[in-house]
């Protein structure tokens, strides 16, 4: 095929292509060829358009004969969600090849993929919790949805959603929020609300500098190392019951702080802790109350309504 003809062949592929695409078309020229194609000459006839906002890139393929590959730019989706179920994990997690739970918070990305008929859909949460720990407030979470094929220009999304689960502040933002959500996750902090049981009072500082060797429970997939973590005790409740002390205590703590080790020491690889020899604490319930987060105002392009189904 000569150049004419390919250009006409890739004009009526636009025209009939039954996905939806774009305004903003982008094309790629590539392949051996026959020779008788000059791609720089063919792709400067297409146009060009902007690689910087949502686009469809249309890939011409030469090679004795062409071949044509229509794809739209991914849709990233930014949201918080809210867990208040104590028998959810976060993303799938498998123990011994049967799951931890039947529930996992990102189960509803795959209504994403199929609402947009897109290849895939990533789930980027800015940290984690475990999976018997509630996040209050909100966790920042971003959605990259691959090769989106329908609903490009939607505003309404309806979701089925588990109980005890929520999500909140959806919005289509730019693709810069990605980094956003991966810095977020190693920097911001969080503040909890531990309830714990302990023999003897306890004697609560307002600061700790705390060396936290890898958790136990965790090392069998993570390196064993030795990391500084700042806590701050906000405030706490005393309640006494059965000859057992038992704390409602809020506190504040650097990105990637086990405050379940904090509580009852991991056999000393966490000190200081809330335990002693003479007074070993025990953690009950965790919440997490609230993750900073930083405004994404500047990145947000379309606000989407949600309807939840239960």
Request: aromatic share 8%.
């Amino acid at each position: 095929m000569d150049e004419e003809q390919i250009f006409r062949a890739v004009k009526d592929m636009v025209v009939r292509h039954q996905g939806e695409m774009h305004e903003n078309k982008v094309y790629s020229v590539s392949g051996g060829g026959t020779g008788e194609v000059d791609k720089v000459a063919l792709k400067r006839r297409f146009g060009q358009g902007d690689w910087s906002i949502p686009y469809t890139e249309i890939m011409v393929r030469v090679q004795d004969g062409v071949e044509i590959v229509v794809q739209n730019s991914p849709m990233y989706i930014y949201g918080e969600y809210i867990k208040m179920d104590r028998n959810m994990t976060q993303t799938p997690l498998t123990v011994g090849g049967r799951l931890k739970c039947n529930r996992s918070v990102s189960d509803f990305k795959i209504q994403i993929k199929e609402f947009f008929s897109a290849d895939d859909v990533v789930f980027i949460p800015a940290g984690r919790e475990d999976f018997d720990v509630r996040m209050v407030e909100g966790r920042p979470f971003l959605l990259t949805v691959k090769n989106p094929r329908r609903n490009l220009g939607f505003e309404r999304l309806r979701l089925t959603l588990y109980g005890g689960l929520d999500i909140k502040n959806l919005c289509v933002v730019r693709k810069e929020c990605k980094d956003m959500i991966f810095k977020g996750e190693g920097q911001s902090s969080k503040i909890y609300s531990a309830f714990l049981c302990c023999r003897r009072p306890l004697i609560l500082q307002k600061n700790y500098e705390v060396r936290q060797r890898t958790p136990l429970r965790v090392l069998h997939r993570r390196a064993n190392l030795t990391r500084i973590k700042e806590v701050c005790i906000l405030g706490h409740e005393k309640m006494e019951a059965d000859g057992w002390i038992y704390y409602r205590v809020v506190l504040e703590a650097s990105a990637g702080t086990y405050i379940k080790e904090f509580v009852h020491g991991d056999l000393g690889r966490t000190t200081p802790s809330l335990s002693s020899k003479e007074n070993y604490c025990d953690l009950l319930e965790l919440d997490v109350l609230r993750v900073k987060k930083r405004s994404i105002e500047d990145l947000v392009t379309r606000r989407i309504e949600l309807e939840v189904d239960r």
